[in-house]
């Protein structure tokens, strides 16, 4: 693919660190030259990316798990893109891949750090999600630290979530009972008639604690918890003897101040081991689990959905929409017509 001078590479930047709400004014779209490319590195224009609530914690100023992105820079994420240039034997134009890239259209990089993608049975896109890090967060907090067997009672929110729907699926597959708990109705109807959680409960109901009750009579065994606050205050108590709970994320506290949790005890009182994780800790797990989860997908076990918006310029809009909750299921963002 020849480029023509006046082509440019249009980036996004995180112009401001939020204080609070994140909103797409602190977000700045630059136009840049297009990256020329060294021995061993591939040019990518890049096709989609992927929105992912981690995100949220890089922009801001508090210690993090990962390096910070810092005002001015750009921001962070993981794209599918198509060679369009290479100098490196590994990859050859017109290979689709996945990368670390960022908010980017164009992007240089060495060939060693894209992954050559195989499409034939799968949508691309299954890369940035159920097949991609949120599927294989989903797998490892619930196969490793979980590790719920068949008749267990597993909750999960977020439950319509790239995370959350992969998570009660992998649940089901092994036999135990599942709840998850989503944001509106018709999030649950989707849980429950596509997904096949056995109920879902509505964290905006009015009645949100009566209808946890209900649906978890006998407690719960296994927690994977994606949102924290008060939905997560509310689960505690109501945790088994010997229960487990993967502290994946607290997303609803990423724009406010922390919870202060009041359940804690519960921890203690029915001797729970809560453990947090970082699936990036462990990517020597990630070739096998994307083999299971590939295989799930391609057998029908596993289902998903999408949210795109289109267009670069969409990115920050989107990213404080899925914040928000707006998304259904994995938010993603077409870079290409």
């Not at 946890?212 to 606050?229: A, H, K, M, Y």
């Not at 057998?299 to 928000?324: C, D, N, T, W």
Request: hydrophobic residues 40%; contains cysteine.
């Amino acid at each position: 693919m020849s480029l023509t001078q006046d082509v440019r590479n249009q980036r996004v930047l995180l112009a401001s660190r939020p204080e609070g709400w994140v909103t797409p004014e602190h977000f700045e779209i630059v136009d840049a030259p297009i990256p020329t490319i060294n021995d061993q590195e591939v040019l990518i224009k890049n096709h989609w990316l992927s929105l992912d609530p981690y995100m949220r914690s890089r922009i801001s100023a508090e210690k993090s798990y990962a390096q910070g992105v810092e005002p001015g820079q750009l921001m962070v994420g993981t794209t599918i893109g198509e060679v369009i240039e290479s100098r490196a034997d590994r990859l050859a134009v017109g290979d689709m891949v996945l990368a670390a890239t960022g908010w980017q259209e164009y992007a240089a990089l060495p060939a060693k750090q894209a992954l050559k993608l195989d499409s034939k049975d799968v949508p691309l896109t299954a890369y940035l999600g159920v097949m991609g890090m949120p599927g294989i967060t989903a797998w490892t907090g619930l196969m490793t630290i979980c590790e719920p067997k068949a008749g267990d009672t597993v909750v999960v929110d977020a439950a319509c979530g790239a995370v959350g729907s992969v998570v009660g699926q992998l649940a089901k597959s092994i036999g135990a009972t599942v709840v998850g708990i989503a944001g509106g109705p018709l999030k649950c109807q989707y849980a429950v008639n596509e997904l096949g959680f056995d109920d879902c409960v509505d964290h905006k109901d009015p009645d949100f604690t009566a209808r946890l009750d209900q649906s978890v009579p006998r407690g719960i065994d296994c927690l994977f918890e994606n949102v924290g606050g008060a939905i997560f205050e509310a689960l505690l108590p109501r945790m088994n003897v010997f229960s487990r709970i993967a502290l994946c994320g607290m997303v609803s506290e990423f724009n406010r101040p922390a919870h202060g949790n009041h359940a804690l005890r519960a921890i203690l009182t029915n001797r729970i081991k809560l453990q947090g994780f970082i699936v990036s800790d462990h990517m020597h797990t990630w070739s096998d689990i994307r083999q299971q989860l590939h295989q799930r997908v391609v057998s029908g076990q596993l289902k998903f959905r999408e949210s795109i918006a289109y267009g670069l310029h969409s990115a920050p809009a989107a990213f404080v929409g899925m914040l928000k909750g707006e998304n259904f299921g994995k938010q993603l963002v077409k870079l290409t017509d």
